[in-house]
Antibody, heavy 126, light 110 residues
Framework: EVQLLESGGALVQPGGSLRLSCAAS????????MSWVRQAPGKGLEWVSA????????YYADSVEGRLTISRDNSKNTLFLQMNSLRAEDTAVYYC???????????????????WGQGMLVTVSS | SSELTQDPAVSVALGQTVRITCQGD??????ASWYQQKPGQAPVLVIY???NRPSGIPDRFSGSGSENTASLTITGAQAEDEADYYC?????????????FGGGTKLTVL
């Protein structure tokens, strides 16, 4: 059974730093890209960042580029999100998600998030 | 980066059919995936690719798409289908490579 368990959420002051972790089990972690998705209170889902299975490629949303850094430790089956220079607008529930794809089917590509963690609240406030 | 647009809210009578739509330029190159989210819970994948359902998702859920529009159809909506639904696709606009979500559609089952 695939399980993703986030940890590290906290209340932090603006300008502060935080490191989120996501412990994975039930699949061969290094074979899959992983991603972080967040949801501000009462708002929709926002893709934040993703990393390839090897860790050699990383991707970021424009809103977090330069402040958040995604990484992984395949020996420990763990995904990380280092969050620096935090702002009030970073307040959200952060989910880690397992990524599948891209695949090709009948003229189109697709990539999707097949498993999600339970989510973890990060609050940025003074 | 690209954007995906969804209607904020849709309602359907119990047992009837409802279609939730998603529009965006990224859908010209990538199929959408769809996620169901109930209050206080993590999102759950319901449709991916051209029209594929993960194990455990009822066959009343189906997906379709054309040009820059993707649709999620629930045929014979049940009370337990009341939830927020989000579309998502890969995004490769300009120099940006990532993923993008729609704003979400709140489905009410009457």
């Amino acid at each position: 059974e695939v399980q993703l368990l986030e940890s590290g959420g906290a209340l932090v002051q603006p300008g502060g730093s935080l490191r989120l972790s996501c412990a994975a089990s039930g699949f061969t972690f290094s074979n899959y890209a992983m991603s972080w998705v967040r949801q501000a209170p009462g708002k929709g889902l926002e893709w934040v960042s993703a990393i390839s299975g090897s860790g050699g490629k990383t991707y970021y949303a424009d809103s977090v580029e330069g402040r958040l850094t995604i990484s992984r430790d395949n020996s420990k089956n763990t995904l990380f999100l280092q969050m620096n220079s935090l702002r009030a607008e970073d307040t959200a529930v952060y989910y880690c998600a397992k990524v599948l794809g891209p695949y090709y089917d009948s003229g189109g590509y697709y990539s999707y998030f097949d498993y999600w963690g339970q989510g973890m609240l990060v609050t940025v406030s003074s | 980066s690209s954007e995906l647009t969804q209607d904020p809210a849709v309602s359907v009578a119990l047992g009837q059919t409802v279609r939730i739509t998603c529009q965006g330029d990224s859908l010209r190159n990538y199929y959408a995936s769809w996620y169901q989210q109930k209050p206080g819970q993590a999102p759950v994948l319901v449709i991916y690719g051209k029209n594929n359902r993960p194990s455990g998702i009822p066959d009343r859920f189906s997906g379709s798409g054309s040009e820059n529009t993707a649709s999620l159809t629930i045929t014979g909506a049940q009370a337990e289908d009341e939830a927020d639904y989000y579309c998502n696709s890969r995004d490769s606009s300009g120099n940006h490579l990532g993923w993008v979500f729609g704003g979400g559609t709140k489905l009410t089952v009457l």
